[in-house]
């Protein structure tokens, strides 16, 4: 019954949908095929020291009078300062009690209502200083509030400075905060307030808030104030935000500068929340079709605003979705959206798609900060998906052994995201070596969007909250570089013009899953798995170009990409990462438990569920048979119960984490690397020839390690050959003592961590001296 009440109720609307969305489309063409840029450019003088306050009202006499005091008094330091109060055709009597009130508050009344954003503009006509704050009559401002604001326009490339906002009730949750940002998203724009109590100085936002924020009057009146075309209320500031960086200026926000708000101290009073939804919903469009003028994202907004509007009559209405009264109220402003456009596309410098990036603190550092030519000491952001301390698997260890090198090259900060709470503790011994260290606790349960494109392994890690803060240490510490591990974190690179990207692959995620699909039986886990093999491969190769540096494991890894990416060659690189710290490792030839077997490995990582399963089942029993008293030593965080094996306990001994895994390389007789899927190198291999254990692996265990047979380590691929390889050296210990010899002067050799991280900063520092002297590193153009 209640769809077909909205129905009914929609019927018209409905019909007549398809008409709205393709005559407004129609109407954007025309306009940008018509439509001129201006030629006309502002200029500001740096260092203003007095400001005008604009305060828009309309029957807000308690408001003022509860409010108004702490502004003048703010303000009173400095003669050249003054306040405005702009007087929307009150009823209540304000202007009579401002005027006998206030005697140094000028008075700017108007006969009419004009809203804020008419009233604004009124103001800031009248103020005769350079800065203009304009503040909501609700808005109560600390004592010092104005000089940090000052402060932002000593560039004069910068268009507004918002303030920090606190709510007057300290109980109240913070919807706004003055900490803008803004993305595009589903054909459509998204904003938000973030609270960042690490923000303690000039930061950019996507936009300063009417009401609680500063601007330069000049650019302000260049891009014609608050548009009427978004009244009676709500984006006009986002709209001039937008329009400001697409101009090429800045938006920046100041937490020093704080004020505090009553919230809809005046329109939450007024208007329905069923009024201000509507409007709300209007106006997203109507910026859109203001503001947005690629077609790529257009033809997008288009699709889903119809889509959402139609799902809307069949499931109900949702906040944030446009809906068909709100495509029919954006309609019949279309003539003046299509003006709006005309305009502001005259006024843009800049695409889309940069005036989306320039807001975020990597992109704006990128952008506009002076930066050294050829940093000795680069300064590296290090981002890891996983916690890095204690190292219980083998990417960890990587990364841990590498971080340790590299705080002598190199300004280190970390970025890692914990799977609990309980993990902080750990890692807080990052913060006892490098620069810095934070970490965000990934949420619970699965990723949405099933029936994305992008791989589950990808979408398991995309948080926003990972990229503002990337984003944010990139700005703050003042980041040359850009380290990022894993292929799924690829989703945090972009298109830097002087900082440098680096992305190690620490295997390669598309052949991993391929490997893996040979051992898949059922049917429905074989097409989930032939699905994430497509979505991965589209993703890595879709991604990969964008880095300046793509490192790999190995040689191997580094010619089957370059089979999928031959321009990659210049870019990708083996070598650089996949070491270990030898001079931690004791190399004991001899001295061990006979007819012994080590595994090493987190079960979270399905290859090494798969690997000891297949040993236990296919491997164990022919050993057995000839050495009944041989046993396998398992190792690694979270083990299956025992139960799982149960038929071999008596020759199956489970220890599950260990924290310090040298003292069991030196005890046991063989280390065994029965990994069936997979692609990089196996950290446990080269801890274990570091070691001088003996090792008996697949070759897709050894890859990039061991291509001959009884070089470095015994190589089998079937379950007789990996028994008889264990067997053998069992029966000739001096053999095995030989091969695990020249397996640790190979580890000495070719896989020391601090020789190859000398060699990964060396390629840093050439990266950024390329890059910053637009040498052949990637700087993207930025067509408008």
Known sequence: MALLKRFVRALALLLLSPFL????????????????????????????????????????????????????????????????????????????????????????????????????????????????????????????FLAPLLEGFHDPAVFAVSCQIFFTDPDKPREETGLTQGWWQNGGLRVRHRIDPEIDDL???????????????????????????????????????????????KVLYQPRSIVYHEHRGTIGKRFSEERIEAVLKKNYLLFTWKNIHEWRRLWGHFGFAWAGALWGVAFGDAPGRPNLASLWDAFLQLPQAVRSRSRARGLARISDTEAFLRPLGGYYRDRFASVEAAPRRPHVLFVSPYPICPPVHGGAVFMYQTLRELVALAEVHVVELL???????????????????????????????????????????????????????????????????????????????????????????????????????????????RVEYLRALRYELGTLPVW?????????????????????????????????????????????QPLTMLFVGGFRHVPNRVAVDWFVESVLPLILERQPGAKLVVVGSDPPPAHV?????????????????????????????????????????????????????????????????????????????????????????????????????????NWDTAALTRKLVASYQLLVREKRAGGPAISPPDPV
Not at 114 to 141: C, I, T
């Open 548 to 592: 300046d540096q793509v490192q790999v494991c190995t040689e191997a890894s580094r010619a089957y990409l370059l089979s999928f990416l031959p321009g990659l060659a210049g870019r990708l690189h083996a070598g650089l990462r996949a070491g270990i710290d030898t001079s931690r490792y004791e190399c004991r030839l001899g001295g061990r």
């Open 419 to 529: 799977d609990e709470p309980g993990q902080e503790k750990a890692n807080q011994e990052l913060r006892q070596f490098c620069a810095s260290a934070e970490w965000i606790v990934r949420p619970a349960g699965r990723p949405a969007g099933s029936g994305s494109l992008d791989p589950y392994a990808v979408r398991e890690f995309a948080h926003p909250d990972v990229e503002w803060l990337i984003h944010r240490q990139i700005y703050r510490r003042q980041i040359d570089v850009l380290q990022v591990e894993y292929t799924p974190m690829a989703q945090y690179g972009g298109p830097y013009r002087r900082i440098v990207t680096a992305l190690f692959e620490h295997d390669i995620y598309f052949q991993s899953i391929a490997r893996g699909l040979r051992r898949t039986r059922r049917i429905v886990d074989r097409f989930k798995a």
């Open 203 to 249: 930061f950019p936002c996507f936009y300063g808030g009417g009401g609680s924020c500063a601007f330069d009057r000049g650019k302000f009146l260049e891009l014609g104030g608050f548009d009427a075309l978004l009244e009676p209320f709500y984006l006009e500031d986002t709209d001039l935000g937008y329009q400001a960086w697409k101009r090429g200026w």
């Open 645 to 749: 094996w149960a038929g071999s306990s008596d020759s199956l001994e489970i220890l599950g984490y260990v924290e310090d895994l040298r003292g069991r390389l030196a005890e046991y007789a063989l280390f065994v690397c029965p990994i069936l899927s997979g692609s990089g190198v196996r950290v446990k291999l080269l801890e274990a020839f570091a070691a001088g254990i003996p090792v008996v692996s697949t070759r897709v265990g050894a890859e990039g390690l061991a291509q001959k047979d009884g070089e470095f380590c015994a190589l089998a691929d079937d379950a007789g050959t990996f028994a008889e390889r264990i067997l053998t050296l069992f029966e000739n210990p001096q053999q095995a003592r030989d091969m695990a010899a020249r397996a640790r002067a190979e580890v000495e050799t």
């Open 21 to 144: 969305v393709a005559s407004s489309a129609l109407a954007l063409m025309v306009t940008d095929l018509v439509s001129r840029r201006r030629l006309d450019e502002s200029s500001a003088p740096a260092g203003p020291s007095a400001a005008s306050i604009v305060i828009p009202n309309w029957n807000g006499k308690e408001l003022l009078e509860k409010y108004l005091p702490s502004v003048i008094e703010a303000t009173s330091g400095n003669p050249a300062n003054e306040v405005i109060v702009v007087d929307n055709g009150s009823s209540d009597g304000s202007a009579e009690f401002l005027r006998a009130t206030f005697a140094s508050v000028k008075v700017v009344a108007l006969p009419v209502n004009r809203g804020f954003g008419g009233g604004s503009n009124e103001g800031v006509a009248k103020a005769v200083n350079r800065v203009v704050v304009l503040l909501n009559s609700d808005m109560r401002v600390s004592p010092d």
